[in-house]
């Protein structure tokens, strides 16, 4: 061996001074250059040996180790959104809407160990997920795919047990909405990526208070907003009807306290829903043509322009306008006066006094309340007013007495309550108004014309078709309006919305209160007077306690 060396490396022999793993040629007898080589390979066998003892133990130990840092050190990239939506609460503080922390689940497929076995330990854990989806995602070839959104911190430490280091995890703030369906269409909803869609939640979007800490503090009162839907929700099951909604507003702050459209949904569901008509909000942004409710309109601007309540009308013949027929559902046998077609309800007398009055004023007046165009509100979903495509004498007389201008719910309710406000037009608004602001008002009938329309809507209760809403314990004043639906361009006289407005008490208003049923029948009656108005009287008799009424009043 040493003749063998002498010849290749030509060395010098020296005294051994150690050995290479039992070799008998000693390390002195090894050239310079082939030492450092054998030693490198001495340091890269002993590192790989490391690495992989390291490994085995690390996947010994994934099992019980949150590897939380390493899950979430791809957020940045992953673009899901990082920012705090603020807490809804209502009026007294109550939570509506609030943050939890949710984690998304995604799943890098070249880091898969067991892809079967772990898919099948996950759904154990997440069982909406399907297997041939999940299977499907971690064989892929591509680095990153969401596997679930928004799942609990709990469901997240349960799958770090399965161990499978393909599973990673994005924290996120998730949001809920403690009350479920009670305030749905207010509150609205946000998407997977926390980003607003409607409601109150789009409100906090387009004014950025995305990252404000405080609360968005709402004007409703969940107690009131819960009467309003229980109420509306058997009145939907007693009487069949296929939507409702109810408004109650105060009449001195313009604050709303109870809003409520059903059906209803959960806000997370909103997605699935939000193409069908039926789930819109149908107090604020669908139009209707509210039938005789339009009449308080028609008495206020009559008594502010000093129509003569002495002049008398026939009611018993067909009232023509042009070509038209304007009848009374219910027909008297006698005279009646201004008065007296606003309680009992009269198309003919309020066609006449619309015709009086001219179309000039009567525009000027609907757009002094605001019923032509979209109010403001801090909900998106507003609409707009539906107008006569042509304003002539037949739109005049119609519009007097409830068809051919088709407002919100929430335009009739504002409007009113500007009527008995002693004539004070207050902008309505979601959101809770602070004791010491300073109320943006105009007048749109006098305090004179204000009170006559009060006593009026109590005479509707005592003697007319709100005669269901008489309580014992409180003065109520109210309209009734009943209307028939346009089917393929046409009135089915079949089908019926029925509405009924509602001011409490009526000597000094402090609220207005709008129903309304779509398609309601109690016993086979399908007008307002036997469906909306002993809806609306129980949904006062349940609210007065809590809105602290002083109920030491007498009969008037």
């Not at 990239?77 to 609460?89: A, Q």
């Not at 399907?130 to 064989?139: A, L, P, R």
């Not at 911190?153 to 403690?178: A, C, H, T, W």
């Not at 369906?181 to 909803?189: A, P, R, T």
């Amino acid at each position: 061996m040493k003749n063998f060396l002498k010849k290749i490396f030509k060395y010098e022999e020296k005294e051994p001074t150690g050995f290479l793993f039992g070799d008998d040629i000693p390390l002195e007898w090894i050239p310079v250059k082939n030492k450092s080589v054998a030693e490198g390979r001495i340091v890269f066998i002993s590192s790989v040996c490391i690495l992989l003892f390291s490994l085995i133990i690390i996947r010994i130990l994934s099992i019980n180790i949150d590897f939380s840092f390493l899950h979430e050190k791809n957020t940045v990239n992953k673009n899901v959104s990082s920012f705090y939506r603020p807490d809804i609460v209502d009026r007294n503080g109550e939570i509506l809407a609030t943050n939890l922390q949710t984690f998304d689940l995604y799943v890098e497929p070249h880091n898969m160990v067991d892809p079967e076995i772990s898919t099948r330990k996950l759904l154990t854990i997440l069982p909406d997920l399907k297997y041939n989806d999940v299977i499907k995602k971690v064989k892929s070839k591509k680095k990153f795919i969401y596997l679930a959104r928004k799942i609990s911190p709990s469901e997240r430490e349960r799958i770090i047990l399965i161990g499978e280091p393909g599973f990673q995890f994005i924290k996120n703030e998730g949001r809920v909405y403690p009350q479920l369906n009670l305030f749905s269409h207010v509150i609205g909803s946000v998407d997977v990526d926390n980003k607003a869609m409607s409601g109150i939640e789009k409100y906090i979007d387009d004014n950025k208070l995305v990252n404000q800490k405080k609360p968005i503090t709402l004007s409703l009162d969940m107690y009131i907003q819960d009467a309003i839907r229980q109420n509306l929700l058997k009145a939907m099951e007693n009487y069949g009807a296929k939507s409702a909604g109810g408004i109650v507003i105060d009449v001195k702050t313009g604050e709303i306290l109870g809003m409520v459209s059903l059906p209803d949904f959960l806000n997370s569901d909103y997605k699935d829903v939000v193409l069908n008509p039926l789930y819109n909000n149908h107090t604020t942004l669908d139009v209707y043509e509210v039938g005789s409710v339009m009449k308080i309109f028609n008495t206020a601007l009559a008594i502010e322009n000093g129509y003569p309540n002495d002049k008398i009308f026939d009611v018993s013949k067909v009232f023509m306008v042009g070509s038209y027929r304007i009848k009374d559902s219910h027909p008297k046998k006698w005279l009646l006066n201004m008065a007296e077609g606003f309680i009992y309800s009269s198309n003919i007398v309020m066609a006449n006094i619309a015709k009086d009055l001219g179309i000039e004023k009567q525009q000027e007046f609907l757009n002094k309340l605001n019923l032509l165009s979209k109010i403001n509100i801090e909900l998106p979903e507003r609409g707009q007013p539906l107008l006569p495509k042509e304003w002539n004498e037949h739109a005049n007389a119609t519009i007097g007495y409830g068809y051919g201008l088709s407002p919100t719910m929430l335009h009739i309710v504002t409007a009113v309550n500007a009527i008995v406000n002693d004539g004070l037009f207050i902008n309505p608004t979601i959101l809770k108004r602070d004791e010491n602001s300073l109320l943006k008002s105009y007048q749109v009938v006098s305090p004179e014309t204000s009170d006559a329309m009060r006593k009026l809507m109590r005479l509707v209760v005592t003697n007319g078709t709100g005669y269901m809403a008489n309580l014992h314990n409180i003065l109520v004043g109210g309209k009734t309006g009943t209307s028939y639906k346009l089917v393929n361009g046409k009135y089915d006289t079949s089908k019926t919305r029925t509405f009924f407005l509602s001011i409490f008490p009526t000597d000094n208003p402090k609220y207005t209160m709008l129903i309304m049923l779509d398609e309601a029948k109690n016993n086979g009656c399908d007008t307002a007077a036997c469906t909306t108005v002993p809806v609306s009287a129980k949904i006062i008799d349940d609210i007065t306690p809590i809105l602290n009424l002083d109920l030491k009043i007498s009969k008037k």
